[in-house]
């Protein structure tokens, strides 16, 4: 048996860069206090969702992976805490931008790092502005509490980037997010949406996820706001809720899985062993037509 306590994070972002490393310091050692290994922390709470607008100034605030001084508090919190902790930060790579997130282990080393591959661009979302398509491809990292793989937002929207990380191995999902209100239309709430479609990929490759997201009103430049809708979670293996944090209170989430039960599980349900690649030729095109099939 391995057993595993997993942890959701949310919070609220400012422009008090160091109060949110503070506030998010502070749920990382509350998760850890209640005996979770694995920590997922929201995409960039290191500032604001600067997303909403599209000022060059906010280039500005991306850093080199090598030497940057985010991932490396972190590195040593996890060390000094014994936990699994991804980090999502605004990366500066030559004159390329991604959105990524750095992998660190439970004594503190740094496995690498994963560039966002799925890059939004919509009202309130303007994210094609600041990052580059990630290049990296969809990882999997061996950990000291499992092998995990990591999407980023706008990802989780995407059924093969969580069976991807499957067949590479992944024992456990993880999505860390912002998302909100839409600015261009206040009518739409697409949180009940958002769980559902990450439910689903839980339950389809039958392994637990962790979703963690921000909450609160974040003011925009030019007269808009998004109101960021929590409601962080981490879904089982068959896709139920195991627990649910609310729409606009910051707190930790934590549930426990056994691995090997699970891993038994997925392999005797035979969804891998059933699988057909040979039919999924479609699936490498933008139009659904196989790469074979000839144009007319």
């Known amino acids: 048996m391995r057993s595993l306590t997993v942890a959701a994070t949310q919070m609220r972002c400012d422009w008090d860069i160091p109060g949110n490393l503070d506030r ?12 979770a290994g694995l920590i997922l922390l929201q995409e960039l709470f290191e500032t604001p969702y600067f997303c909403q ?22 590195a040593a919190l996890a060390r000094e805490l014994g936990v699994v902790l991804p980090v999502s930060f605004f ?10 997130i750095a992998i660190i282990d439970a004594d503190g080393e740094v496995l690498g790092l994963y560039r966002k591959s799925h890059i939004p661009d919509g009202p309130g979302y303007t ?3 600041y990052f580059s398509p990630g290049d990296t491809g969809f990882r999997v990292w061996d950990t000291a509490v499992g092998r995990i793989g990591v999407g980023i937002c706008w990802d989780q929207w995407f059924p093969e980037c969580a069976r991807t990380m499957a067949l590479l191995g992944a024992e456990v999902l993880l999505y860390p997010t912002a998302i909100g209100s839409e600015p261009h239309d206040p009518a739409l709430d697409s949180a009940g949406h958002w769980q559902r479609v990450m439910q689903g990929h839980a339950g389809a490759n039958l392994m637990p996820l962790i979703a963690s997201n921000r909450i609160g009103t974040e003011p925009g430049r030019t007269g808009t ?9 981490i879904a089982g293996p068959t896709g139920e809720k195991v627990d649910e944090a609310g729409r606009d209170e910051e707190g930790v989430l934590t549930a426990t899985f056994d691995l090997d039960a ?10 891998f062993r059933d699988r057909r690649p040979d039919l999924y ?8 037509r196989a790469p074979t099939r000839p144009l007319r």
Do not use: M
């Open 24 to 35: 998010a310091e502070a749920l990382v050692r509350a998760a850890a206090a209640r005996g």
């Open 281 to 288: 030729g479609p699936l490498l095109s933008l139009d659904g």
């Open 53 to 74: 607008d599209q000022r060059h100034e906010f280039l500005e605030l991306a850093a080199p992976f090598e030497g940057n001084r985010l991932i490396a508090r972190f």
């Open 127 to 129: 994210e094609k502005f």
């Open 262 to 271: 699970i891993a038994h599980q997925r392999r005797s349900w035979g969804l």
């Open 225 to 233: 706001a998004i109101t960021f809708y929590g409601s962080s979670f």
């Open 91 to 100: 990366e500066r790579a030559g004159p390329a931008a991604f959105n990524s």
